[in-house]
């Protein structure tokens, strides 16, 4: 009861019983897998909560509190995201949605690397038909806004994709993680386009967001 699973398994493999470390690991996995099905449904329904009682754009100021007290910190460093070269952005992209229980597809061209994923998150999340969309609590944002990548419906966890990753990083004078593409419905995957060169951003990609292309480019 007081060791973790982890260490369970890491002990049975220096013991060499291979059978009880992968059990144990096993068991971690399923450990981890229900503490994040716990905390992005508390996020999905804090953020329904909020959209209900105070509107979407409440749900947007939210989404900009957290970036601003805690993503903006992480993405500052003494290098720059948009001067690491796309293969190393694409890969850190994909190390982070594999361990979120993600599945993940690469293909690429002279412009772009495309990530392809099986959200192991808020795309799950529309599978298994937990928005209201499909019957289920949670709320579906339906205002056309920069916060929905202007569409007119977009499940209300994925509005951090918008917020966190395109919307602020411009803001703080940097470049979006990745342009992306949050699936649309059930079975639908999350699209990453990781530009090799990030000033080459398409114009569509800013005017989504509610921003100008930059005149200098």
């Not at 059990?23 to 716990?38: E, G, I, N, T």
């Not at 999905?44 to 959209?51: D, I």
């Not at 290098?79 to 890969?91: G, H």
Request: hydrophobic share 35%.
């Amino acid at each position: 009861m007081t060791v973790p699973a982890w260490r369970q398994a890491r002990r049975a493999l220096e013991a060499g019983d291979h059978d009880e470390a992968l059990r144990q690991l096993d068991r971690a996995v399923a450990q981890w897998r229900s503490l994040q099905d716990y905390s992005i449904n508390w996020i999905t329904s804090l953020l329904s909560f909020v959209g209900r009682s105070m509107g979407e754009e409440a749900v947007e100021e939210a989404l900009r509190a957290t970036g601003d007290e805690y993503v903006r910190a992480r993405r500052q460093s003494a290098t720059p995201w948009e001067s690491l070269p796309a293969s190393v952005r694409a890969k850190l992209i994909a190390r982070a949605m594999l361990a979120n229980f993600g599945e993940c597809e690469v293909d690429e061209d002279d412009e772009k690397i495309t990530l392809s994923f099986q959200c192991g998150s808020g795309g799950r999340m529309i599978d298994e038909g937990r928005y209201e969309s499909e019957g289920g609590p949670y709320l579906v944002l339906r205002e056309t806004a920069a916060r929905t990548f202007g569409r007119d419906r977009l499940a209300v966890y994925c509005a951090h994709c918008s917020v966190n990753n395109e919307m602020q990083p411009l803001e703080w004078g940097a470049q979006p993680t990745s342009v992306e593409f949050p699936s649309e419905g059930p079975g639908g995957r999350c699209v990453h386009h990781i530009y090799r060169d990030p000033g080459a951003l398409p114009d569509s990609a800013y005017l989504r967001l509610g921003k100008q292309p930059p005149e200098d480019r």
